[in-house]
């Protein structure tokens, strides 16, 4: 089993130790003065589009699919058929990730890329295009299924590794700063797509945007997806990138061979951060769906809510790399998976309460998001030995999105539909009490190491 580094902030020893005398040697060549901040460029612009793609999708199960998809049955129980499908992209993509990291070993990392980007974007155009029940049928149904399991599948196989590579780049006392900046991504595209929606609501009568409103989100997706893979190659397909990732030894590799021997690291690294994944979702799509289907309050004034919301999310992500970078990563998550648990008692109270109480939960809970989401990308990554590193922070990605976000929607508006709010507070308060025990448990191993 690998080792794991007893300081957070240092890579593990047998990197340091396979790399320290190619690193003296390359000191003056030229890929060694790529600046981290040009890797965070791209990893920005990378996590921006897909998460854009990510919450047109989520913002549409909610706004949309219930009325066009799902005509038949009443707007609860269409909303928690379309969050059903909401899921498959969770489900799908670490096959998306095991089935890409095969296509770059036989055909290089830009074709993978540019495979899974234009698979991203046809399925998310595809989406744009699809007939409804009313003039399709069930088939439409099935249709929208197979779409959101092909976004599933590409958000896996776009893993390019850079969010790695400007891990292991970045200063020794900056490194919280750096694995900041690509959770940027999400707020950013939230606040794009939640936007959008906001605006369609605003100035279309509900029949036009339920005829073809709905659609416009879903054909700007496929040109930002566009723009994005462009971006994206110019970085990944550069002899000096090449060379950079190379020689950090980010690589694919055998998915059975990893599972035997870093199994443990793959487990505690998804539960980490599931706190935080719980609560992304729990400020972002279940609370819509709750105000849609059980308040009048206005759907456009609250997407704006939300995006005020997102502004603070930015702004707990930026100081979440200050902060971490001087308390340390593992210890900052562990802080906020406590203060995410005491917000999870609060749910009822403010979300069931008044439009000024959900207003609260919804700016508080993304306050406490940014924090957390901000240090939650690798944080225990470091476990990994440089071998398992690239394919370990794809699969943990993964697993931790499927365990602590997947289901979230569904499960929290379900529960609350049918037991009451109380049981969203228990889903959430589980999430932090994996995410605590998780790092506590990383922290037993390393000093035991």
């Given amino acids: 089993m690998a080792s794991i580094s007893t300081n957070e902030n240092e890579l593990p020893s047998s990197y340091m130790a396979a790399t320290e005398s190619g690193n003296t040697r390359n000191t003056k060549s030229d890929h060694s003065s790529i600046a981290p901040g040009e890797i965070a460029i791209g990893v920005v612009i990378g996590r921006a589009s897909e998460y854009f793609d990510f919450f047109v999708y989520a913002l549409a199960s909610v706004l949309v699919f219930p009325q066009v998809f799902f005509p038949f049955e009443q707007r609860l129980e269409g909303t928690l058929y379309a969050f059903v ?100 991504g999400a707020p950013v595209g939230f606040m794009i797509a939640a936007g959008l929606f906001a605006y369609m609501v605003a100035n279309l009568s509900s029949e036009d945007f339920l005829e073809w409103g709905w659609r416009y989100p ?19 397909s550069t002899n000096e990138y090449k060379h950079l990732l190379d020689e950090r030894e980010l690589e694919p590799t055998n998915i059975v061979e990893m599972a035997r021997s870093q199994g443990r690291n793959l487990l505690i690294g998804a539960l980490a951060a599931l706190a935080s994944y719980a609560l992304f979702h729990l400020v972002t799509v279940f609370p819509l769906s709750w105000i849609t289907i059980y308040s009048k309050r206005s759907l456009s004034g609250f997407l704006e809510v939300q995006m005020i919301g997102g502004v603070l999310m930015i702004l707990g992500i930026i100081i979440s790399g200050l902060v971490a970078d001087r308390i340390g990563r593992r210890k900052m998550l562990f802080v906020l998976a406590l203060m ?36 939650a990308s690798g944080a225990v990554t470091s476990n990994f030995s440089p071998k398992y590193r690239y394919t370990g922070a794809a699969l ?25 709010l109380e049981y969203v507070s228990l889903y959430l308060l589980s999430g932090a009490a994996c995410s605590i025990a998780a790092l506590s448990l990383n922290r037993a191993l390393e000093i035991r190491n």
Avoid: C
Wanted: hydrophobic share 55%.
């Fill in 85 to 184: 499908i909401f899921s498959f992209a969770f489900l799908a993509r670490p096959f998306g990730t095991v089935t890409f990291m095969e296509i770059q070993r036989r055909l290089g990392r830009e074709a993978k890329l540019t495979i899974a980007l234009v698979l991203l974007g046809v399925s998310t155009a595809g989406i744009a295009f699809l007939p409804t029940y009313s003039h399709l049928g069930a088939t439409s149904i099935v249709l929208l299924s197979v779409l959101r399991i092909g976004q599933g599948v590409a958000l896996g196989g776009s893993w390019d590794g850079l969010p790695s590579l400007l891990a292991l780049n970045a200063p020794e006392n900056k490194r919280g700063w750096y694995a900041m900046l690509g959770q940027l």
């Fill in 340 to 375: 995410i648990a005491v917000l999870s008692g609060f749910v009822p109270a403010l979300l069931g309460g008044s439009e000024l109480g959900q207003d609260i939960f919804i700016l508080l809970g993304f306050s406490i998001l940014g924090l957390s989401y901000g240090q």
């Fill in 218 to 236: 879903f054909y700007v997706a496929f040109a930002i997806n566009v723009v994005a893979l462009f971006a994206r190659l110019r970085l990944v």
């Fill in 396 to 420: 943990t990605s993964d697993l931790a999105w499927l365990v602590g976000a997947g289901f979230a929607p569904l499960v929290a508006l379900g529960l609350s539909s049918h037991f009451g």
